[in-house]
């Protein structure tokens, strides 16, 4: 079956400006994760999602960032005001339930000019 | 503060030959481990994992081992190809916890 899909594959942006990355989970599964991985650094936690809702937003940098998940399937993570320190792959992952095997996404190349 | 870590950033083995990739965590609250592959340009590929009420679990070609009084764990592969070839990262995920922690990854080159 299909896997986790999460457009674009790249995004190059500046400064200052407003970005959406998109993630497409797996069929039937309830979990969502965002995580960001940097250059050198194994991926970060961001927010985990069950359902339609953020159970756990502790991951996210600052208030520029913010994600969503309305129908309890795709999921949109927003930020504003980007920043160069916000370059970096934003990966999605998604799991059957809390606490079974994540799932991972391509991920999405953000590059902040 | 890194919890999961992976000392050694790159490893070359010969094809044929035992690939053992290793990794140290911090937090005893850690009850959940996991390898996942990585290519360049995709997302981590979930490998192995293993149950902290576990020593071992092998799957084919890969075995991981948890040794928790030392807090350490190793990936073994045998015998490895140059398909292998690709970043390595070690995960954990604390009791009744759901966010991986990920260790910095090792760097696998099988070489034929």
């Known amino acids: 079956g299909a896997g986790v899909s999460q457009t674009p594959s790249n995004k190059v942006t500046e400064k200052g400006k407003y970005v959406e990355l998109r993630c497409d989970p797996i069929?039937?599964?309830?979990?969502l994760y965002w995580y960001r991985q940097s250059l050198g650094q194994g991926p970060e936690f961001l927010i985990y999602?069950?359902?339609?809702?953020?159970?756990?937003d502790s991951g996210l940098p600052n208030d520029r960032f913010f994600a969503v998940r309305p129908e309890g399937s795709v999921s949109t993570l927003k930020i504003q005001r980007t920043e160069r320190g916000d370059s970096a792959m934003y990966l999605c992952?998604?799991?059957?339930?809390?606490?079974?095997?994540?799932?991972f996404g391509p991920g999405t190349r953000l590059t902040v000019l | 503060d890194q919890q999961v870590k992976q000392n050694s950033p790159s490893l070359s083995v010969q094809e044929g030959r035992i690939s053992i990739l290793n990794c140290d965590y911090t937090?005893?609250?850690?009850?959940?481990f996991l390898w996942y592959k990585k290519y360049p340009a995709e997302g981590p590929t979930f490998l192995i994992s293993?149950?902290?009420?576990?020593d071992k679990n092998e799957d084919g070609r890969f075995t991981v081992f948890l040794n928790k009084s030392a807090k350490h764990l190793s990936l073994h592969i045998v015998p490895s190809q140059p398909g292998d070839s690709a970043v390595y990262f070690c995960?954990?995920?604390?009791?009744?916890?759901?966010?991986?922690?990920f260790g910095k990854g090792t760097s696998l080159l099988v070489t034929p």
């Open positions: 992952a998604s799991s059957l339930d809390f606490r079974d095997t994540q799932y």
């Open positions: 069929s039937g599964h309830t979990a």
């Open positions: 999602f069950q359902g339609t809702g953020a159970a756990d």
């Open positions: 937090n005893s609250m850690f009850d959940y």
């Open positions: 293993i149950s902290s009420i576990k």
């Open positions: 995960a954990a995920i604390a009791n009744s916890g759901y966010a991986l922690n």
